[in-house]
């Protein structure tokens, strides 16, 4: 069981930065591959960013690439979401979300996942 708690959204300017950030339970936490998904209103959820569980390999979809970093420390039990150049079309409700390692299941894809968090609300101005 991991239990996933976003925070660090917020109203920003368009051209800001902010900094997500998701605190994971357990001690498996090493073993999860951990994934960034966002929902606008009326939208459905999609990928943002996802990283394997050793931290080796990241993954990001095309309206982040060169704009938003996803890390992880496993001794901290932790992964961020670092998002600059921000643009309106980036405000959504984003979530974190963890995938076992060994489960079924493509990184960009939310069905793959096995647990979510509450989300966390980022709201760009332009």
């Known amino acids: 069981q991991v239990q996933l708690v976003e925070s660090g959204g917020r109203l920003v300017q368009a051209g800001g930065s902010l900094r997500l950030s998701c605190a994971a339970s357990?001690?498996?936490?090493?073993?999860?591959?951990m994934g960034w998904f966002r929902q606008a209103p009326g939208k459905d959820r999609e990928f943002v960013a996802a990283?394997?569980?050793?931290?080796?390999?990241?993954y990001y979809a095309d309206s982040g690439k060169g704009r938003f970093t996803i890390s992880r420390d496993n001794a901290k039990n932790a992964v961020e979401l670092q998002m600059t150049s921000l643009k309106p079309e980036d405000t959504a409700v984003y979530y974190c979300?963890?995938?076992?390692?060994?489960?079924?299941?493509?990184?960009?894809?939310?069905?793959?996942?096995?647990?979510w968090g509450q989300g966390t609300q980022v709201t760009v101005s332009s």
């Open positions: 990283i394997t569980s050793d931290g080796n390999s990241v």
């Open positions: 357990g001690r498996m936490f090493r073993n999860f591959d």
């Open positions: 979300a963890a995938k076992w390692q060994l489960s079924q299941g493509v990184l960009t894809t939310s069905a793959g996942y096995n647990y």
